[in-house]
C-alpha cells in the first residue's frame, strides 16, 4: 500500500520529463553528451556527489553488474563489457583484472571528468569495433581565454550508512596562451548496511584519484596538450566474491597537437599519443575461512595513437579517426596453503597476451533539408594477438595457433526527420568484434557467479551483429515524449558452455566451462521517456525499460535487465531545490539457471533530497541534504552477482564551493 501511495503522489502516469530550462545557479556547468541528448554536469538531480558509476546508472541504456560497493561493471544496451568500447578522451585503456573488478570507469573520478558520450550500437565503432556502442569518457580542457582567469572548486561530504567521507577538489588557470587544469580526490568508506540493518561484510574502500592538465598555444590557430591521471585504490572489498583487492593503480598519460584551420574542408586536425599503465593485485588474506589462500595479480600496459580529423562544407560534415595500440596484458594465479610461505601452484590466467589493433572509421552526416538528415559511417580495422605461453591454452586446444590476425568491418546508417513538434528516427548497423583476451586465451578464470572455471578458446570466430533501431517522440512547451528501440541479431554469441574435459583448479569451482560461439542470439532493448512541466518551478519526469535477450535454443541470456521504471518529481524556486524519485525493477521472471541466475524479487526505492545554494562574498555555495533508500528496502536485484543485499537506508550529505 505505502508504494501506490508514493506512485500516486509522484504523479506516476504514461508521461514523463522535457529537460526544462531552470533558471539556477548550480545548473551552469558543462554539458554532458549522453546520445546525442545534452545532460548536464556529471551530477543527478537527485545528488550532486555521485560517482562516475552513479551518474551512469541515470542512463537509459547503462545498467551495471554489482559485486560491492566499488567499481561497478557498466552494461551498456545490456550486453558486457567486452561487446563495448570504454576509451578516455579516444584513449583506449584495459583493466588488468580477469574478474572484470577494474572496468576503465574505475579509474577517473567525477570531478575530472566534463562529459561522458554514450553512443548504441554500431554508431560507437568511431572509437573501434564494438557490438554494444561506445563509452568515452572526456576530460576536463579549460579553454583559453583572452583574459587571465582563476576558477575552482571543492566538494565534500558524508554519507551514513557506509560511514563514506568524500573530498573533491578541483582548479583551473587559463589565459590568451597557456591554461593549467588539475583535480584531486579521495574517497573512504566502511562496510555497508542492508535494509535488514545487517552489515555487509568486505564491502569497504579507500580510493584515491588525482589529474592533471597542461595546455599550450603554439599560435592562433594550433595547441598541444599533455595530461595525465593517476589513480590509486586500497583495501576493496568485493562480498560477492572469495578474495578482495589490496592495491590498483593506474598511470594513464597522452600528449596531444590540435591545428585549426580557416579555410578549406577541413576544419580541425587532432592527434595524441598515449601511454598508459596499470596494475591491479586480487588477494584473500583477509578471508581466513579459505582452505586454500589464492592471490591474482594482473598488469595491462597500452600504448596508442588517436587522430581524428573534422570536416565541413555546405551541408555536409564527416569526422575520420585512425586508431591505433598495442596492449600487453598479463594475469597470474598463485595458490598457497595455509602456510603462505610454501606456494603449491602457479599458471597464468592470461599468459602475456598481447594485442595489437589498427582502424580507420569514418562518420558522415548530410543535412537533406531543414527537417531531414541522413548519416552513414563505417571502420575498417584489423586485430593481431600474439600468446607468449600458448602452451597453457595447448591443453584444452591443441595446436591452437600462437597468433592470430583478425579483419574487423563495421558499418552503419541512419536517417532523422523532424516535423513541427513530432521527431523520427531510423537506423541499422552490421559490424565485428573480436574475442576479448579472457575469451580467446583465459586459463582457469574463475567465476564466483556460476562457480565455474573459465578456459578461453584462441579459434573463436568474430562475433557478427546485425543492428536495427528506430525512435519516434513528441514535445511542446510543457510536455515531451520518446520512445526507442533497438534489436540486435548477434551470429557467434559468445558464451560460457561445460567442457566434458578437465577438473576444477579452484576448491571452490563445480566444474570448468569453455568459451564457446552459439549459432547466434538476440537482444531487444525498449525504452519510453516522458516529461511534463506541471507548474512553472514543479517538473517531473519518468522512464520505462524493458529488454529481453534469446540464445539461439529460446533460452534466455544472462543479465537481461526486468521491466524497469523511474519517475522522479522536481521543485525549484529561487535558490532551493527539492527533488523526490522512486525507481524500482519488477520481478525477474526471464532469469537463467544455466548461467548461474535465479529469480529476483520486484522492489521499489524511494529517494529524497534537498539543497540550498547561496554566495559567500563572491563563492558560490550548495549545500545538500537527501536519504537513498528512504524506507531502508531490503532487496537484491538481477544484476547483483551471488544475490548480494544492495545498501539499505543511507542518509547523504554535500557542501560545494564554486570560485
Not at 504523479?11 to 530550462?21: I, K
Not at 597537437?257 to 577541413?266: N, T
Not at 578461453?456 to 510536455?479: C, H, V
Not at 525499460?545 to 519517475?567: K, V
Amino acid at each position: 500500500m505505502k508504494y501506490i501511495i508514493m506512485l500516486l503522489f509522484l504523479g506516476m502516469s504514461v508521461t514523463a520529463q522535457n529537460p526544462h530550462a531552470h533558471h539556477d545557479s548550480i545548473r551552469n556547468l558543462e554539458e554532458v553528451t549522453v546520445k546525442n541528448t545534452a545532460k548536464k554536469k556529471i551530477e543527478t538531480e537527485m545528488k550532486m556527489a555521485v560517482s562516475v558509476d552513479e551518474f551512469l546508472s541515470s542512463s537509459d541504456n547503462i545498467s551495471f553488474i554489482k559485486r560491492g560497493a566499488y567499481a561497478w561493471e557498466p552494461l551498456l544496451n545490456n550486453m558486457s563489457t567486452e561487446r563495448s568500447t570504454v576509451t578516455i578522451d579516444g584513449m583506449h585503456v584495459f583493466g588488468a583484472c580477469t574478474d572484470k573488478m577494474d572496468p576503465i570507469t574505475s579509474y577517473v573520478e567525477s570531478n575530472n571528468l566534463s562529459t561522458i558520450d554514450i553512443k548504441s550500437g554500431q554508431e560507437g565503432s568511431l572509437h573501434g569495433a564494438t557490438v554494444a556502442g561506445s563509452i568515452d569518457l572526456k576530460r576536463k580542457s579549460t579553454p583559453f581565454s583572452a583574459q587571465k582567469k582563476w576558477n575552482g572548486a571543492y566538494q565534500s561530504g558524508f554519507e551514513f550508512n557506509n560511514k563514506q567521507f568524500f573530498n573533491l577538489g578541483n582548479v583551473s588557470y587559463s589565459s590568451n596562451k597557456f591554461v593549467a587544469d588539475g583535480s584531486i580526490s579521495y574517497r573512504k568508506a566502511d562496510n555497508y548496511y542492508d535494509g535488514n540493518d545487517d552489515e555487509v561484510k568486505h564491502s569497504q574502500y579507500k580510493k584515491f584519484n588525482t589529474s592533471v592538465g597542461l595546455a599550450y598555444k603554439t599560435s592562433e590557430l594550433s595547441a598541444v596538450r599533455v595530461d595525465a591521471i593517476f589513480d590509486m585504490a586500497k583495501d576493496v572489498g568485493f562480498p560477492a566474491l572469495p578474495m578482495d583487492l589490496s592495491l590498483s593503480r593506474a598511470l594513464i598519460t597522452s600528449a596531444a597537437y590540435k591545428q585549426l584551420f580557416e579555410d578549406g574542408l577541413v576544419k580541425v586536425v587532432d592527434t595524441k599519443i598515449y601511454f598508459n599503465a596499470i596494475e591491479h593485485y586480487m588477494d584473500d588474506t583477509t578471508r581466513p575461512e579459505n582452505l586454500v589462500h589464492m592471490d591474482m595479480p594482473g598488469w595491462s600496459t597500452t600504448y596508442g595513437l588517436v587522430s581524428k580529423a573534422n570536416l565541413k562544407k555546405n551541408n555536409y560534415s564527416s569526422e575520420i579517426q585512425l586508431n591505433a595500440y598495442d596492449n600487453l596484458s598479463i594475469a597470474e594465479m598463485r595458490m598457497y596453503p595455509q602456510d603462505r610461505s610454501e606456494r603449491t601452484m602457479f599458471a597464468y590466467s592470461w599468459p602475456w597476451v598481447t594485442t595489437r589493433y589498427a582502424g580507420l572509421s569514418m562518420n558522415n552526416s548530410w543535412d537533406l533539408s531543414d527537417i531531414s538528415q541522413l548519416n552513414l559511417g563505417g571502420s575498417l580495422g584489423v586485430n593481431y594477438n600474439y600468446s607468449k605461453y600458448v602452451e597453457f591454452n595447448w591443453i584444452f586446444h591443441p595446436g591452437a595457433p600462437q597468433e592470430k590476425t583478425r579483419f574487423l568491418p563495421n558499418l552503419h546508417a541512419g536517417y532523422q526527420l523532424n516535423i513541427d513538434q513530432f521527431n523520427f528516427s531510423v537506423g541499422a548497423g552490421y559490424g565485428h568484434r573480436a574475442p576479448s583476451v579472457s575469451e580467446g586465451y583465459g586459463y582457469y578464470i574463475y567465476n564466483s557467479f556460476d562457480r565455474y572455471d573459465y578456459i578461453g578458446d584462441p579459434n573463436l570466430k568474430n562475433e557478427i551483429s546485425y543492428e536495427g533501431n528506430a525512435s519516434a517522440g513528441f514535445k511542446n512547451e510543457r510536455f515531451s515524449l520518446q520512445g526507442k528501440i533497438n534489436y540486435f541479431y548477434i551470429q557467434n554469441y559468445i558464451i560460457g558452455r561445460i567442457l566434458s574435459m578437465g577438473s576444477p583448479m579452484n576448491y571452490q569451482s563445480v566444474g570448468v566451462k569453455g568459451y564457446t560461439s552459439l549459432d547466434y542470439a538476440t537482444l531487444l532493448n525498449m525504452s519510453v521517456n516522458a516529461g511534463y512541466d506541471i507548474l512553472e518551478h514543479l517538473h517531473w519526469k519518468g522512464t520505462l525499460m524493458y529488454a529481453r535477450g534469446m540464445d539461439n535454443l529460446g533460452g534466455n541470456l544472462p543479465f537481461i535487465r526486468p521491466l524497469s521504471y523511474q519517475t522522479s518529481l522536481h521543485f525549484m524556486h529561487k535558490n532551493f531545490g527539492i527533488q523526490t524519485s522512486v525507481n524500482g525493477d519488477f520481478a525477474q521472471i526471464n532469469y537463467s539457471p544455466e548461467y548461474g541466475e535465479d529469480q529476483t524479487a520486484a522492489y521499489t526505492i524511494w529517494n529524497l533530497s534537498a539543497d540550498y545554494t547561496f554566495k559567500i562574498n563572491k563563492v558560490k555555495t550548495t549545500i545538500q541534504v537527501g536519504a537513498e533508500n528512504l524506507l531502508n528496502e531490503y532487496y537484491s536485484t538481477y544484476a547483483d552477482w551471488g544475490n548480494i543485499p544492495r545498501m539499505g537506508r543511507n542518509i547523504f550529505t554535500s557542501l560545494k564551493f564554486t570560485l
